[in-house]
């Protein structure tokens, strides 16, 4: 599924910095507020030292009357190991296509493998300037109508992030991706370029409340003359965190957050024609720390999707609901 939420993005090899003030966009490319970025107290150890954290997560999604009756469920595990300047990442995550969990079965799903570093150049008060490289090998299993996989496509990224602050209280920041996929994208449904990125401004009232605006683009284009597939979205996205520290087990974090869409549209081939669509969502996500390095991560989001240049026979308005719910521990 295309839509998610910002749990799994919690997982990437970002700078605290920009796990904090980034506050939560589309996770497996992607990179958020993480379960533990901005609460881990490791942050504060030695970082000449190793510092390892392991991790799984479930992920539902639904639309509302959609034939995945049940919704899909996707597992993660995940490991991440820093350090000095270093974050390493690996995970596993499998998707569902065509599910149904009463009956047991589903059509097509796909195993996806995922090795990233990210290296921090600066970081300091005033700037903060990473890169991060990514490879991901997606392994697609067909079951519907005596279907084969082409064979496996694969990812590679290149994604700087940064942050200006501007005042004590107010800064810049953000993130941009660039994906290549190569191998089988047409026979497994991939673009051959996609473009993702975040940015915006975070101003912090004090220690416990902070407001994040962003502006969210994410573009996927052919190589050559083929329009199939290609789409583009733009949103205007607001986080606002707040962070308690009332338990003696460790720090919490609620982050309720928005996201309005500002242009979206889908090239249907079969139509010949950009078929637009208007997202309204509203989610929360809750972050709390456990003794001895556990720490645990719930979220929920509901969306209204409005559907234009559709098909006569095609919904106008879906619903949408995704959760995820994570654990993880740091030593």
Same mark, same amino acid.
Do not use: C
């Given at each position: 599924?295309?839509?998610?939420?910002?749990?799994?993005?919690? #997982?990437?090899p970002?700078?605290?910095?920009?796990a904090?003030?980034t506050?939560?966009?589309?996770?497996?490319q992607?990179?958020? #507020?993480?379960?533990?970025?901005a609460?881990?107290?490791?942050?504060?150890n030695?970082?000449?030292?190793w +510092?390892?954290?392991?991790?799984?997560?479930?992920?539902?999604e639904?639309?509302?009357g959609?034939?995945d009756?049940?919704?899909?469920?996707?597992?993660?595990?995940?490991?991440?190991?820093?350090?000095?300047?270093?974050?390493?990442?690996g995970?596993?995550?499998?998707?569902?296509?065509?599910?149904?969990?009463?009956?047991?079965?589903?059509?097509?799903?796909?195993?996806?493998?995922e =090795?990233?570093?990210?290296?921090?150049?600066?970081d300091?008060?005033?700037?903060?300037?990473? =890169?991060?490289?990514?490879?991901?090998?997606?392994?697609?299993?067909?079951?519907?109508?005596?279907?084969?996989?082409?064979?496996? &496509?694969q990812?590679?990224?290149?994604?700087?992030?940064?942050?200006?602050?501007?005042?004590?209280?107010?800064?810049?920041?953000?993130?941009a991706a660039?994906?290549?996929?190569?191998?089988?994208?047409?026979?497994?449904?991939?673009?051959?370029?996609?473009?993702?990125?975040?940015?915006?401004? @975070?101003? /912090?009232?004090?220690?416990?409340?902070?407001?994040?605006?962003?502006?969210?683009?994410?573009?996927?284009?052919?190589?050559?003359?083929?329009? +199939?597939?290609?789409?583009a979205?733009?949103?205007v +996205? /607001?986080?606002?965190? #707040?962070?308690?520290?009332?338990?003696?087990?460790?720090?919490?974090?609620v982050?309720?957050?928005?996201?309005?869409?500002?242009? &979206?549209?889908?090239?249907n081939?079969d139509?010949?024609?950009r078929? @637009?669509?208007?997202?309204? +969502?509203?989610? #929360? =996500?809750?972050?709390?720390?456990?003794p001895?390095?556990?720490?645990?991560?719930?979220?929920?989001?509901?969306?209204?999707q409005?559907?234009?240049?559709?098909?006569?026979?095609?919904a106008g308005?879906?619903?949408?609901?995704?959760?995820g719910?994570?654990?993880?521990?740091?030593?």
């Amino acid at each position: 599924m295309k839509k998610t939420g910002l749990l799994l993005g919690l #997982l990437l090899p970002l700078s605290s910095v920009q796990a904090v003030e980034t506050a939560a966009l589309e996770p497996h490319q992607d990179t958020t #507020l993480s379960t533990d970025a901005a609460l881990d107290s490791s942050e504060n150890n030695d970082k000449n030292q190793w +510092r390892k954290k392991i991790g799984a997560m479930i992920e539902t999604e639904n639309v509302e009357g959609q034939g995945d009756k049940d919704g899909a469920f996707e597992p993660t595990v995940y490991l991440n190991m820093s350090y000095g300047k270093w974050d390493i990442y690996g995970s596993f995550y499998q998707e569902d296509q065509g599910v149904d969990y009463s009956s047991q079965n589903r059509t097509d799903w796909f195993d996806q493998y995922e =090795l990233d570093g990210h290296y921090q150049f600066i970081d300091d008060q005033d700037y903060a300037l990473g =890169l991060m490289l990514g490879f991901r090998n997606y392994v697609w299993h067909y079951e519907e109508d005596g279907k084969n996989s082409p064979g496996n &496509t694969q990812r590679y990224t290149i994604q700087p992030d940064w942050r200006v602050t501007i005042t004590p209280k107010l800064s810049y920041n953000g993130w941009a991706a660039l994906f290549n996929y190569y191998n089988h994208t047409e026979g497994n449904g991939y673009l051959d370029k996609e473009l993702e990125g975040e940015t915006g401004l @975070k101003y /912090a009232f004090n220690d416990t409340v902070a407001l994040q605006v962003n502006y969210y683009l994410k573009r996927g284009w052919n190589l050559g003359d083929s329009q +199939r597939g290609e789409y583009a979205q733009q949103e205007v +996205r /607001a986080y606002v965190p #707040l962070t308690f520290n009332t338990w003696s087990a460790g720090a919490t974090e609620v982050v309720p957050y928005a996201r309005r869409t500002l242009d &979206t549209y889908h090239y249907n081939e079969d139509r010949g024609v950009r078929e @637009k669509e208007t997202d309204t +969502r509203f989610g #929360l =996500l809750l972050n709390q720390e456990l003794p001895h390095g556990f720490a645990v991560s719930l979220e929920y989001a509901y969306e209204l999707q409005l559907h234009d240049h559709i098909a006569d026979d095609a919904a106008g308005k879906t619903k949408y609901h995704y959760t995820g719910v994570g654990i993880s521990y740091s030593f």
